[in-house]
C-alpha cells in the first residue's frame, strides 16, 4: 500500500548549482499556484508559458520569468506544480526561492518531486531511480538504458512476470483446495512447466539487470602496491588524464584517490592506494585502513610491482608472494587480485602468464606497453558485453531482489518435486511476487523508499 501525498507545497531550485543562462525553481502542493500568482501578480492559465515580473510583497522585482503552471493530476508530481523559469545566477534563483518559502512553501528534501510522483502514481520506483540514473549517467549507453527504464521496460517486464507467478499461485491454490477432484493437478506437468518458464525468465532478466548495473554503477578496481611502483602513472594511463600526483619520491599518494574512467563504454571507478603495508606513522595507518576497506569492496584488485627491482623468475615468484602477504589479502580477495609488472620498458624480465591462478601482466604506464590487453582483461572480468544492445538501468536492490525471487522459485520446484507439497509452492510463489514487487515498489517500506529518494539530489 503506498502514503498519502503530503499535501503542504516544496519548492526547490531544480537546475544546477552555478551560472547559467536560465534557472528554473519548481514548486509543488495545493499552494503551488497560488504563491505564484502573488509573486506574478496575473492569473496563469494550465500549459501557458507566461513572461511575468517576480516581485516581493514591497512590489520590489526579484527577476523577470518564464512562469508556467501544470494543474494536478497532468504534472510530474501529479499536484499542481509551477516551474519559474528565470535567470540561471545563484543569487537571483536564492531570492526568488526565499521568497517563494516567505509565501507558504517549504524547502524540498532530496528526492521529493520524485517520491511525490511516485506516491501519486505517476511513475513506478524502477521509473522514478531512472530519473536519477539518467541525470548520473557516465556514458551514452548508460543514457540509452535509463532512457528506455523511465519509458518502463524493466517494469514491463517485471510486471508480465510478477503477473504469471500470480496465475500459477492462483493456480497451486486451487489445486489445493479441491483434493477430491480425480485430477491430481499439481503432478499433471503444468505447475512444474510453469515454474520453468518463470525460473527462465528470471535469469533472462537477471542477465540483462547486471549489465545495466554494471552500466550504472561501474566496476570497481583498487590499484594496490609499493610507493613508487607506478600506481599513479598506471591512473594516469588508463584515464588519460593528469590527475594523480606522480612523483619520484616514495610515498606520495598518503589518500585513497578515486578515479571514474571509461573503456569501451564499460565505466570504471578506479582507486589509487597509498599501498596497503604496515607502517608506524599515524597519518599512514589511517591510509592502511581505508585501503583496507577499499580492497573488500573491490571487484578486481591490481597489484603493482616495479618489475625493475626483479632480476630473476625465481626473485619475481617470490616477490610476488610477498606482496599478497604485505598487503594483508586475505583467501576470498585472492581471487580478485592480478598481478602487474610495471616499468617493463626498463626490465628485461619475462613474466608468465600466471602467479597460482592470478594472471600476471607486462605492462609500461610510462609507454603504454600492455595496457590494452590489460583493459580487455578488466571488460571480461566486468562480464561486459558491448555496448549497443540497449537493455535498461538497474542497481544492486534490484539483483539482490531478483536472486531473492529466483531462490523462492527454485525453491518451490523442489517442494513440487521432492513432496508434492502444494501449501510449501503456494508460499514460496507468494514470496517470489513480494520479492518482485520490491522491485516496481508496489510492495515497498518506508525505510526503502527513504533510502532510495535521499540519494537523489534536490530539485528532482
Ligand atoms: P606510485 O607511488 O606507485 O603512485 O608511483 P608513481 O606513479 O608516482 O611513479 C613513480 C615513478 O616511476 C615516477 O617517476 C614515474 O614516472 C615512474 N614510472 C611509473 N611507471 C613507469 C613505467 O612504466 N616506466 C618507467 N620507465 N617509469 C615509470
Ligand atoms: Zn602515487
Known amino acids: 500500500a503506498k502514503l498519502a501525498s503530503d499535501s503542504d507545497t516544496i519548492a526547490a531550485i531544480a537546475t544546477a548549482n552555478g551560472r547559467a543562462g536560465i534557472g528554473v525553481i519548481r514548486l509543488s502542493g495545493n499552494n503551488a499556484l497560488a504563491i505564484a500568482q502573488q509573486l506574478t501578480q496575473e492569473s496563469l492559465k494550465p500549459r501557458y508559458a507566461k513572461l511575468c515580473l517576480l516581485k516581493n510583497r514591497d512590489h520590489h522585482v526579484l527577476d523577470e520569468a518564464i512562469v508556467l503552471y501544470f494543474k494536478g493530476p497532468h504534472s510530474f508530481t501529479g499536484e499542481d506544480v509551477v516551474e519559474l523559469q528565470g535567470h540561471g545566477g545563484p543569487i537571483i534563483l536564492q531570492r526568488v526561492l526565499r521568497e517563494v518559502v516567505a509565501l507558504g512553501a517549504r524547502l524540498a528534501e532530496p528526492g521529493e518531486f520524485s517520491k511525490r510522483a511516485f506516491i501519486n502514481d505517476k511513475m513506478d520506483l524502477t521509473q522514478a531511480e531512472a530519473v536519477a540514473d539518467l541525470i548520473d549517467a557516465a556514458s551514452e549507453a548508460a543514457v540509452d538504458n535509463a532512457l528506455s527504464s523511465l519509458q518502463g521496460t524493466f517494469k514491463q517486464l517485471i510486471n508480465n512476470l510478477v503477473e504469471s507467478v500470480i496465475q500459477l499461485r492462483v493456480y497451486v491454490e486451487a489445486a489445493i483446495d479441491f483434493p477430491e477432484e480425480e485430477i491430481d493437478f499439481l503432478s499433471d506437468g503444468k505447475v512444474e512447466n510453469d515454474l520453468s518458464t518463470i525460473n527462465q525468465r528470471l535469469i533472462d532478466i537477471q542477465q540483462q539487470a547486471k549489465q545495466g548495473a554494471l552500466l550504472q554503477e561501474g566496476l570497481k578496481v583498487v590499484i594496490a602496491g609499493r610507493p613508487n611502483a607506478g600506481k599513479s602513472s598506471l591512473l594516469n594511463a588508463l584515464s588519460q588524464q593528469e590527475t594523480a600526483i606522480v612523483t619520484d619520491i616514495a610515498g606520495t599518494t598518503r589518500d585513497v584517490l578515486h578515479e571514474n574512467i571509461q573503456i569501451d563504454g564499460l565505466p570504471i571507478r578506479v582507486t589509487d592506494t597509498a599501498g596497503i603495508r604496515e607502517t608506524d606513522n599515524i597519518v599512514e595507518k589511517m591510509g592502511v585502513e581505508r585501503a583496507k576497506t577499499e580492497i573488500e569492496k573491490a571487484q578486481v584488485i ?85 555496448v549497443g544492445e540497449t537493455g535498461f538501468t538497474a542497481r544492486e536492490r534490484h539483483l539482490i531482489a531478483l536472486s531473492k525471487a529466483k531462490t523462492m522459485v527454485e525453491s518451490a520446484h523442489h517442494q513440487l518435486l521432492s513432496a508434492n507439497a502444494g501449501e510449501l509452492v503456494a508460499e514460496d510463489l507468494r514470496q517470489a511476487q513480494e520479492s518482485l514487487s520490491e522491485i516496481t515498489g508496489e510492495f515497498s517500506s518506508d525505510d526503502l523508499l527513504g533510502e532510495i529518494f535521499s540519494s537523489f539530489c534536490i530539485g528532482k
Open 302 to 386: 591490481l597489484v603493482l610491482i616495479d618489475s625493475t627491482t626483479i632480476d630473476t623468475g625465481e626473485q619475481l615468484q617470490a616477490e610476488l608472494d610477498k606482496e599478497v602477504k604485505a598487503l594483508g589479502i586475505d583467501q576470498q580477495a585472492q581471487s580478485k587480485m592480478c598481478f602487474v609488472l610495471n616499468k617493463i620498458d626498463l626490465s628485461l624480465i619475462t613474466p608468465g602468464k600466471y602467479h597460482d591462478n592470478n594472471a600476471i601482466f607486462g605492462l609500461s604506464a610510462k609507454s603504454g606497453i600492455g595496457l590494452e590487453e590489460l583493459k580487455q582483461y578488466l571488460k571480461q572480468q566486468a562480464g561486459f558485453k558491448n
